[in-house]
């Protein structure tokens, strides 16, 4: 196991220059990009009567904005553009050694700043909707294969199917309408009221999860109905074969036999979620997060994306691809734990 997570770990190095080298030469070699963009707001802003930019920009005869080529180099200069792709590449991996990740063309402000100011949010709803899937997913999926065939496993299947078919989107707006809207069940979005600062310890905590309920359903909505089926499914696999069936024949409870013996065995196939334990400290969705006013990492990305924000891509791209490797790693440990016959080598 241990040169198993070795070559794991070296494998990890091929593969994060992979995906950091794709991206950085997508993002930019797409067209719009800071420069382009900055470029505008000069020319809008002498277009508009403001040409007292220094000079940097002036309107001929015919009403079109010219941009100087003094501003245009400058310019270039101070977003590091004035380099090739390859050793724009390179010096992003030089600072990168750093945990230096730039600095924020919309923020100006470092990257990691950014994303730190913006990562408690996604780190709150990703564990919460991530304990709380497995809590109810897996008791609620060995019980449907107990009762498999029975009243409660079809209710319970036409339920599931049901939350399934919901998008987020279409949820999160009947969440709002009714629950906060009409009933006044709960607030219109935000992590915590106005006058949050004058409550007590107390107050406080009934105050954030008050907040977290309508968005924790939107976010556990996607993932509830396709954990527990796989439970139920990989439950009755178990339940089927030959030692659980011997488990019976000795005369052991019907309890010992599910629990002790069949479990474990089932709970294989759900480890590999579990190597999303990692990505739930970066979880985000925009539509979320935009319904109910959170500012976190999904919408972070998304406008990062339409601002043409490449460090903060850049810094995205790297935390998410670590913990998605760094999960993968930790699915395959979780392997082992549940059956020691699996043995990596």
Same mark, same amino acid.
């Given at each position: 196991?241990?040169?198993?997570?070795i070559? *794991?770990?070296?494998?990890?190095?091929?593969?994060f220059f992979g995906?950091?080298?794709?991206?950085?030469?997508?993002?930019n070699?797409? =067209?719009?990009?800071?420069?382009?963009q900055?470029l505008?707001?000069?020319?809008?802003g002498a277009?508009?009567?403001g040409?007292?930019?220094?000079?940097a920009?002036?309107v001929?005869?015919?009403?079109?904005?010219s941009?100087n080529?003094?501003?245009?180099?400058a310019?270039?200069k &101070? !977003?590091g553009?004035?380099?090739?792709?390859?050793?724009?590449y390179?010096?992003? $991996?030089?600072? $990168?050694?750093r945990?230096?990740?730039?600095e924020?063309f919309?923020y &100006?402000e =470092?990257?990691?700043?950014v994303?730190k100011?913006k990562?408690p949010?996604?780190? &709150?709803?990703?564990?919460a909707?991530?304990i709380l899937?497995?809590?109810?997913?897996? =008791?609620?999926?060995?019980?449907?294969?107990?009762?498999?065939?029975?009243g409660?496993d079809?209710?319970?299947?036409?339920i #599931?199917n049901?939350?399934?078919?919901?998008p =987020?989107?279409?949820?999160?707006?009947?969440?709002?309408?009714?629950?906060?809207?009409k009933?006044?069940l709960?607030?219109l979005g935000? #992590?915590?009221s106005?006058?949050?600062?004058?409550?007590?310890?107390w107050g406080k905590?009934?105050?954030r999860?008050?907040?977290?309920?309508l968005?924790?359903?939107c !976010?556990?909505?996607?993932?509830?109905t396709?954990?527990?089926v796989?439970?139920?499914?990989?439950?009755?696999d178990?339940?089927?074969?030959?030692y659980v *069936?011997?488990? *019976?024949?000795?005369g052991?409870s019907?309890k010992?036999v599910i629990?002790?013996h069949?479990?474990?065995?089932?709970l294989?196939?759900i480890?590999?979620?579990?190597g999303?334990?990692?990505g739930?400290f970066?979880?985000g969705?925009?539509?979320i997060?935009?319904m109910?006013?959170?500012?976190?990492?999904?919408?972070?990305? !998304?406008?990062s994306?339409?601002?043409?924000?490449?460090?903060?891509?850049?810094?995205?791209t790297?935390?998410?691809?670590?913990?998605l490797m760094m999960? *993968?790693i930790f699915?395959?440990?979780?392997?082992?734990?549940i059956?020691p016959?699996?043995d990596?080598?």
């Amino acid at each position: 196991m241990i040169i198993y997570l070795i070559r *794991r770990l070296l494998l990890m190095i091929p593969t994060f220059f992979g995906i950091t080298l794709v991206t950085f030469v997508l993002i930019n070699l797409a =067209p719009g990009s800071p420069i382009e963009q900055k470029l505008q707001a000069i020319r809008f802003g002498a277009a508009g009567g403001g040409g007292g930019g220094g000079g940097a920009a002036s309107v001929n005869s015919r009403g079109d904005t010219s941009v100087n080529e003094e501003v245009i180099e400058a310019l270039k200069k &101070q !977003y590091g553009f004035d380099k090739p792709i390859h050793e724009r590449y390179f010096i992003w $991996l030089k600072n $990168l050694s750093r945990l230096d990740f730039g600095e924020s063309f919309t923020y &100006q402000e =470092p990257v990691i700043d950014v994303i730190k100011s913006k990562f408690p949010v996604s780190l &709150q709803f990703g564990i919460a909707s991530l304990i709380l899937t497995y809590i109810v997913c897996i =008791p609620l999926g060995v019980r449907k294969a107990i009762k498999a065939g029975s009243g409660f496993d079809r209710i319970t299947t036409l339920i #599931l199917n049901f939350t399934y078919s919901i998008p =987020p989107l279409i949820l999160g707006i009947f969440l709002i309408v009714v629950l906060a809207g009409k009933l006044n069940l709960f607030p219109l979005g935000g #992590l915590q009221s106005d006058d949050y600062e004058s409550f007590t310890t107390w107050g406080k905590i009934t105050d954030r999860l008050h907040h977290f309920v309508l968005p924790l359903i939107c !976010y556990m909505i996607g993932g509830f109905t396709e954990l527990s089926v796989l439970m139920r499914n990989s439950m009755l696999d178990v339940v089927k074969s030959d030692y659980v *069936r011997t488990a *019976r024949a000795k005369g052991l409870s019907e309890k010992v036999v599910i629990f002790k013996h069949a479990l474990r065995n089932a709970l294989i196939p759900i480890a590999t979620g579990l190597g999303g334990f990692f990505g739930a400290f970066l979880a985000g969705s925009l539509i979320i997060e935009q319904m109910f006013n959170l500012d976190g990492i999904g919408l972070l990305g !998304y406008q990062s994306v339409l601002s043409r924000d490449y460090n903060v891509i850049m810094g995205l791209t790297f935390i998410s691809s670590m913990l998605l490797m760094m999960g *993968r790693i930790f699915s395959d440990i979780i392997y082992v734990l549940i059956d020691p016959r699996i043995d990596f080598k």
